[in-house]
């Protein structure tokens, strides 16, 4: 894969793409995937209308806080200004508990921790970024996702109702799923449909 083959190839997947994808419409957004090391610096030196071929470049700024997570969107930010152009940033994946897979605490104090650093954290990322996608939306444990896989329902975190309250978009009565109470659940739970669960 391009990844494997450094950045040189790496460089023909933008290239390739960005003109396959205005034909087909010319409106849509190329972005410059989320890669490693000094590879845009090397892409930009050896081959500098490489910018040309992407319309934004996207971030996953993975921070134990909301200043850690600005912080990478910043970098990235001076990083394309010494290159000698500027792009939106698009925040494609975004999570304050990066790297920790495992519930160390009690669900409701990971809950409690990961509600606030969303109150915190998510408005500063909106300012910096168009586009701000949480990393992923069911999860296994309290940390990571929005909603609780439990296998037979999807089951909303306290996570889940403030970063409905920074975004407007997630409501106790509305959003996209509705709450209702199952006869084989104890509580209330978000039932998954095929849409949501993939």
């Given amino acids: 894969s391009g990844l494997q083959g ?18 087909a419409d010319a409106g849509c957004t190329v972005l410059c995937g989320r890669i490693g090391g000094d590879w845009l610096g090397r892409m930009v030196a050896e ?3 490489i910018v040309d071929s992407f319309d934004g470049m996207v971030c996953h700024p993975y ?13 990235l930010q001076f990083a394309m200004a010494g290159l000698g152009f500027v792009k ?3 925040i494609t994946e975004f999570n304050f508990f990066g790297g920790k897979w495992q519930d160390d605490k009690p669900g409701d104090v990971l809950q409690r921790e990961m ?5 915190a954290g998510a408005p500063l990322m909106a300012k910096v970024s168009d586009s701000v996608s949480w ?8 940390r990571h996702g929005l909603l609780r896989d439990e296998d037979v329902c999807l089951r909303p975190l306290l996570q889940f109702w ?37």
Avoid: D
Wanted: with cysteine; hydrophobic share 35%.
């Fill in 88 to 90: 939106p940033i698009y």
């Fill in 115 to 119: 509600a606030g650093r969303i109150r």
């Fill in 162 to 198: 403030e970063f409905g309250k920074v975004t407007g978009r997630l409501t106790p009565g509305g959003g996209p799923v509705k709450a209702i109470s199952a006869a084989t659940v104890p509580n209330w739970c978000f039932r998954a449909n095929a849409s949501q669960k993939t």
């Fill in 63 to 75: 921070a134990g806080t909301a200043e850690g997570s600005l912080a990478m969107v910043r970098r």
């Fill in 135 to 142: 990393w992923n939306a069911t999860f296994k444990t309290h």
């Fill in 6 to 23: 450094g950045h040189r190839m790496y460089a023909e997947y933008p290239r390739r793409f960005h003109a396959a994808a205005k034909r």
């Fill in 47 to 49: 081959t500098p209308r």
